[in-house]
């Protein structure tokens, strides 16, 4: 087997389509445009204690796993952006982040704040907001939640 030497974050792209109640995934995602950074989501499992009154070291056994609460996104804020943001704050929708040399994609449910908050500002800096993503849940394949799914490539909004 070849491996190549790794990925660039070159291309990547996030998009958001409309959530219905079942767990269809969507077929088509509109992009969101000027996106400079995306967090990562951290699955920790737990563990239980399994340990009995004789034991000496303690034994653990595998409990349910814990989810990341957010899914922060660092926006380039233009008026564009700004309208595009707005236009779905409150709103819960899948989130698929695309790399154009992967053919799984990550899909998220996840609920936009209300409201866009106020970005930091510095001397000489790109204006920048951080969207803190509420995390609903992860795609579940229906054996497990991984959140990796057949990619969709993302579709421009028009926008930008």
């Known amino acids: 087997m070849s491996y190549i030497d790794g990925l660039s974050t070159l291309g990547i792209e996030l998009g958001y389509a409309a959530f219905s109640a079942n767990t269809t995934l969507p ?3 509109t992009k969101l445009g000027r996106i400079n950074a995306i967090g990562g989501i951290e699955i920790t499992p737990e563990t239980i204690d399994a340990s009995a009154l004789d034991d000496y070291i303690t034994k653990r056994v595998a409990g349910r796993s814990d989810i990341s609460e957010t899914l922060t996104v660092t926006v380039n804020l233009t008026s564009e952006t700004y309208a595009e943001w707005e236009a779905i704050t409150g709103n819960k929708l899948w989130f698929e982040i695309y790399h154009p ?3 799984k994609g990550y899909f998220a449910v996840c609920t936009v704040p209300s409201a866009i908050p106020l970005p930091e500002s510095g001397q000489n800096e790109l204006l920048t907001v ?6 609903n849940t992860i ?3 229906g054996t497990k939640d991984i959140g990796w799914a057949n990619a969709v490539k993302p ?5 930008y």
């Open 27 to 29: 077929t088509s995602v």
């Open 101 to 103: 040399s992967l053919t």
């Open 130 to 135: 951080e969207i803190g993503l509420v995390l």
């Open 139 to 141: 795609y579940n394949n």
């Open 155 to 159: 579709t421009d909004s028009g926008s």
